[in-house]
């Protein structure tokens, strides 16, 4: 792969990220407790602001959960093609989609309402599984009517180039530059919305999967990173303003124990502990249960 020479534009450029995040609170005897975040920040005049919503706490049982998901997403996104359906959604999965839907809502807002923008997702362009593919397409083209450009990070990525992950392939070249990728197909019923590329933007050497939306040409595409690469931090080779999204909407230890007594007295819920069996049966050997 021939690399791709990055050369920092300068010129003043709007940049927003946004971010979710979910933890499991507690359980109870018919369900569990789980909490929702998000956050999405800008970067204009070299400052950043942020906005931060939530935590929204949910009670899911196996009898509510398409109830409270369908209901979220028909709020979020009223277009048809928005409310498309993926059949009964798995009660360990559902924290994790809620989260996804908070996040796509947050995505077509900043596309929205920001213009001739630079846009940073956390994650790839690949629809079909938490994302119906016309709700990612929609985003995508209002963020083109606006004259922003998406750029979708992301830290980890399972593709491969002749037997080695994408993130791997060096070149004899300094960075910032871009490696584009050929012949990478997705099983169904993933899509791909947008072209990967490997990104390494500063002179640590850490590589991203980047995906950019197909829809815009090349020299849009590189003038977007290089905008990218001249107006904001790039610490390990990651933008400062996607950085602040995750670090804004994680939750603290703190944070999980204050949830956790504001249900019990609002709600009079009694969150149970559940012994780890993997911890009882193995000791120190046992990996704990896992919700993911």
Not at 45 to 51: E, G, L, R, V
Not at 53 to 58: A, N, S, T
Not at 121 to 137: E, I, R, Y
Not at 147 to 158: D, P, Y
């Given at each position: 792969m021939q690399p791709i020479l990055l050369r920092p534009i300068h010129e003043e450029t709007t940049m927003a990220a946004c971010d979710t995040s979910t933890i499991k609170i507690g359980e109870t005897s018919t369900g569990m407790l789980i909490a929702v975040r998000?956050?999405?920040?800008?970067?204009?005049?070299?400052?950043?602001?942020?906005?931060?919503?939530?935590?929204?706490?949910?009670?899911?049982?196996?009898e509510n959960k398409n109830e409270v998901y369908y209901a979220l997403q028909g709020a979020y996104f009223v277009s048809e093609c928005g409310r498309s359906r993926f059949g009964s959604v798995n009660l360990l999965q559902n924290p994790t989609r809620l989260a996804t839907l908070l996040e796509r809502w947050l995505q077509a807002t900043l596309s929205t309402t920001m213009s001739d923008g630079l846009v940073l997702?956390?994650?790839?362009?690949?629809?079909?599984?938490?994302?119906?593919?016309?709700?990612?397409?929609?985003i995508l083209s209002s963020a083109r009517k606006s004259?922003?450009?998406?750029?979708?990070?992301?830290?980890?990525?399972?593709l491969r180039i002749n037997g080695c992950l994408i993130t791997d392939v060096t070149v004899q070249q300094r960075a910032p530059y871009l490696l584009e990728t050929s012949g990478l197909r997705l099983k169904p019923p993933m899509v791909l919305l947008g072209d990967i590329y490997v990104a390494r933007l500063s002179h640590e050497n850490y590589?991203?999967?980047?995906?950019?939306?197909?829809?815009?040409?090349?020299?849009?595409?590189?003038?977007?990173l290089e905008k990218l690469v001249g107006n904001d931090v790039l610490s390990?080779?990651?933008?400062?303003?996607?950085?602040?999204?995750?670090i804004l909407c994680t939750f603290t230890a703190n944070e999980v124990i204050a949830?956790?007594?504001?249900?019990?007295?609002?709600?009079?819920?009694?969150?149970?502990?559940?012994?780890?069996?993997?911890r009882l049966l193995f000791?120190?050997?046992?990996?704990?249960?896992?919700y993911s």
């Open positions: 998000g956050a999405s920040v800008w970067k204009k005049h070299k400052k950043y602001t942020y906005n931060r919503l939530g935590p929204f706490i949910f009670h899911i049982t196996e997702f956390d994650g790839s362009l690949t629809a079909g599984a938490d994302t119906p593919v016309d709700q990612l397409k929609a004259k922003n450009i998406v750029l979708a990070f992301s830290k980890m990525t399972n590589a991203f999967r980047l995906d950019i939306d197909k829809e815009n040409t090349h020299e849009r595409r590189i003038e977007a390990q080779g990651y933008p400062e303003t996607l950085r602040l999204a995750h949830m956790q007594h504001f249900v019990a007295r609002k709600c009079g819920l009694r969150i149970i502990t559940r012994p780890d069996m993997h000791g120190p050997f046992g990996r704990g249960e896992s």
